[in-house]
């Protein structure tokens, strides 16, 4: 084959398979492979995912390539995308199995104030901004396509391992396309990919905890929980001290006082109440509780976030629970997902 021909014509069938037998291969060295799957032929649902993908098509340079990268995302050709802060990489199939990275720039400190200013006042949780759910004005801000989340052309770097010398190649438009799909389902994404965190723009006084829910969510192990970082244990509030119990003078003429004959049945009585209370589990999921599901996050051994992980909500949420006095009203979804984790647990 000449220099200046063409590479044979692969398949799309044949690609996924080629793609197929090397992400396998990835799989089994330890890479988490994350494909972008579509589910229909819409790529992003979502305000984010939408938002995202109308910022790119407002990029004229682009025209050219951006159709065939919707192409090839729509049938499955971004086999891995992994965003990360200030990066994204993926692998594309095409002809052969191309790497793809796309690096772009922090966002800048003083745009990141300015929407922080605009915003204050107006967002009470990470939720509602992730979901779009917050007021038009507050969107438009975060959203802006000059002043927003959204990366400008000059602070976006391209690169992929194709043989195509044009910097945006069809590989390339594919895996931006994909951030948008991705953004439907992790919004919060944005936000590690421009290096800010999305609870600086709650309201400091919406978002401080009641006095009832303060307690131990704020203590130094609720911070650790929350943050999913140590906290220097000599900066613990020490135990409260307990008064010794007063000891019994035994003279010859006293002897000391007997054990009430209940006393053996009512240590076994206890014990069986605990055998039982264990295999029920710490979280009664007819009753839940703050202190009920504080339990249980505690005995996974799992910090506030990842426990938001494993149930699909904010750690925001996780921390409002766990700070209730009482009964906690919860959705379905939250609920069957406490559910399952306590009977995995009691499984192992």
Same mark, same amino acid.
């Given at each position: 084959?000449?220099?200046y021909?063409?590479?044979p014509?692969?398949?799309?069938?044949?690609?996924?398979?080629?793609?197929?037998?090397?992400?396998?291969?990835?799989?089994?060295?330890?890479?988490?492979?994350?494909?972008?799957?579509?589910?229909?032929?819409?790529?992003?649902?979502?305000?984010?995912?939408?938002a995202?993908?109308?910022?790119?098509?407002?990029?004229?340079?682009?025209?050219?390539?951006?159709?065939?990268g919707?192409?090839?995302?729509?049938?499955?050709?971004?086999?891995?995308?992994?965003?990360?802060?200030?990066?994204?990489?993926?692998?594309?199939?095409g002809?052969?199995?191309?790497?793809?990275?796309?690096?772009?720039a922090?966002?800048?400190?003083?745009?990141?104030?300015?929407?922080?200013?605009?915003?204050?006042?107006?967002?009470?949780?990470?939720?509602?901004?992730?979901?779009?759910?917050?007021?038009?004005?507050?969107?438009?801000?975060?959203?802006?396509r000059k002043?927003g989340?959204?990366?400008?052309?000059?602070?976006?770097?391209?690169k992929?391992?194709?043989?195509?010398?044009?910097?945006?190649?069809?590989?390339?438009?594919?895996?931006?396309?994909?951030?948008?799909?991705?953004?439907?389902h992790?919004?919060?994404?944005?936000?590690?990919?421009?290096?800010?965190?999305?609870?600086a723009?709650?309201?400091?006084?919406?978002?401080?905890p009641?006095?009832?829910?303060?307690?131990?969510?704020?203590?130094?192990?609720?911070?650790?929980?929350?943050?999913?970082?140590?906290?220097?244990?000599?900066?613990?509030?020490?135990?409260?001290?307990?008064?010794?119990?007063?000891?019994?003078?035994?003279? %010859?003429? #006293?002897?000391?006082?007997? +054990?009430?004959?209940?006393a053996?049945?009512?240590t076994?009585? *206890? =014990?069986? @109440? /605990? !055998?039982?209370?264990?295999?029920?589990?710490?979280?009664?999921?007819? %009753?839940? #509780?703050?202190?009920?599901? +504080?339990?249980?996050?505690?005995?996974?051994?799992?910090?506030? *976030? =990842?426990? @938001? /992980? !494993?149930?699909?909500?904010?750690?925001?949420?996780?921390?409002?629970?766990?700070?209730?006095?009482?009964?906690?009203?919860?959705?379905?979804?939250?609920?069957?997902?406490?559910?399952?984790?306590?009977?995995?647990?009691?499984?192992?």
């Amino acid at each position: 084959m000449s220099f200046y021909s063409w590479r044979p014509y692969v398949s799309v069938a044949q690609r996924r398979a080629n793609a197929r037998k090397e992400m396998t291969k990835l799989a089994k060295k330890g890479k988490n492979i994350q494909p972008i799957e579509l589910d229909g032929r819409k790529i992003a649902t979502s305000y984010w995912g939408k938002a995202w993908c109308d910022h790119l098509e407002s990029f004229s340079d682009y025209d050219n390539r951006l159709p065939r990268g919707r192409t090839y995302v729509r049938n499955g050709s971004v086999c891995h995308l992994e965003v990360q802060t200030g990066r994204v990489e993926a692998l594309v199939s095409g002809s052969d199995l191309y790497k793809v990275v796309i690096e772009i720039a922090p966002l800048v400190r003083k745009t990141w104030d300015a929407i922080q200013a605009k915003c204050r006042g107006q967002i009470g949780s990470v939720l509602e901004l992730l979901q779009g759910r917050l007021s038009n004005h507050v969107m438009g801000v975060v959203s802006d396509r000059k002043e927003g989340l959204f990366p400008q052309k000059g602070e976006i770097e391209l690169k992929c391992s194709c043989p195509d010398g044009a910097v945006m190649c069809k590989h390339v438009a594919a895996v931006l396309y994909g951030v948008g799909s991705r953004l439907d389902h992790q919004p919060d994404l944005l936000f590690v990919l421009r290096g800010v965190d999305a609870a600086a723009l709650i309201s400091a006084d919406m978002a401080l905890p009641t006095a009832t829910a303060a307690g131990d969510a704020l203590a130094a192990g609720g911070l650790a929980d929350i943050f999913g970082v140590d906290i220097d244990p000599g900066d613990a509030p020490l135990p409260a001290k307990t008064k010794k119990p007063r000891k019994v003078a035994v003279t %010859a003429k #006293t002897s000391p006082p007997e +054990a009430p004959p209940t006393a053996v049945p009512a240590t076994m009585k *206890a =014990k069986k @109440a /605990a !055998a039982a209370k264990k295999a029920k589990g710490p979280f009664n999921p007819k %009753a839940p #509780t703050g202190a009920g599901i +504080a339990r249980l996050r505690k005995l996974l051994r799992l910090t506030m *976030a =990842k426990f @938001a /992980a !494993a149930l699909g909500v904010s750690a925001a949420s996780v921390q409002r629970w766990e700070g209730i006095k009482g009964p906690v009203s919860l959705q379905a979804r939250p609920l069957a997902a406490l559910v399952r984790l306590q009977d995995e647990h009691l499984r192992q």
